[in-house]
């Protein structure tokens, strides 16, 4: 295999996983909105700011590209091209798994708050905890990228 090609495998794990993570998450919450907004229509605000929290892990993703993106000539060594493709591995389950589990804390932050409950700053709280993770990926992508070179 090229070594450009496994780079660009790693890129695409990297945005594209990055991405469905966050489809997935944001989804979750919006199908909570959907069953909240029966009971509370007034917090829309409120459920909007929840289901926007699962967001973040597609946006890590462009970041990551970013970090990767000068790395990416042609005549690039298999060892870079062995490092993007392991970020891309490490970032993508990452941010698919946090920004899922963060859409399911979220969707019940949103259905809580549709009940009645004053929950809207706990729901804050606990929903930053599977984002360390994503977090913690996109750091290791640079550290990683910190033992390459052009």
């Given at each position: 295999?090229?070594?450009?090609?496994l780079?660009?495998?790693?890129?695409?794990?990297?945005?594209?996983?990055?991405?469905?993570?966050?489809?997935y998450?944001?989804?979750?919450?919006?199908?909570?909105?959907?069953?909240?907004?029966?009971?509370?229509?007034?917090?829309?605000?409120?459920?909007?700011?929840?289901?926007?929290?699962?967001?973040?892990?597609?946006?890590?993703?462009?970041?990551?590209?970013?970090?990767?993106q000068?790395f990416?000539?042609?005549?690039?060594?298999?060892y870079?091209?062995?490092?993007?493709f392991?970020?891309?591995?490490?970032?993508?389950?990452?941010?698919?798994?946090?920004?899922?589990?963060?859409?399911?804390?979220?969707a019940?932050?949103?259905?809580?708050?549709?009940?009645?409950?004053?929950?809207?700053?706990?729901?804050?709280?606990m929903?930053?905890?599977?984002?360390l993770?994503?977090?913690?990926?996109?750091?290791?992508l640079?550290?990683?990228?910190?033992?390459?070179?052009?």
């Open positions: 295999m090229e070594p450009i090609l780079a660009y495998i790693g890129v695409a794990l990297i945005v594209g996983v990055s991405g469905v993570g966050s489809v998450g944001v989804t979750i919450c919006g199908n909570a909105v959907v069953g909240a907004m029966k009971k509370n229509p007034d917090m829309l605000g409120t459920y909007i700011a929840l289901s926007a929290l699962p967001s973040s892990q597609g946006l890590y993703g462009f970041v990551g590209y970013y970090m990767m000068s990416l000539v042609p005549d690039i060594s298999m870079n091209a062995s490092c993007i392991a970020s891309g591995i490490i970032m993508a389950l990452a941010c698919l798994f946090s920004s899922i589990r963060q859409g399911q804390v979220c019940t932050g949103i259905a809580a708050v549709g009940s009645g409950h004053n929950v809207f700053g706990p729901t804050m709280v929903a930053v905890f599977p984002e993770y994503a977090i913690l990926g996109l750091l290791v640079i550290l990683i990228s910190g033992t390459m070179t052009v």
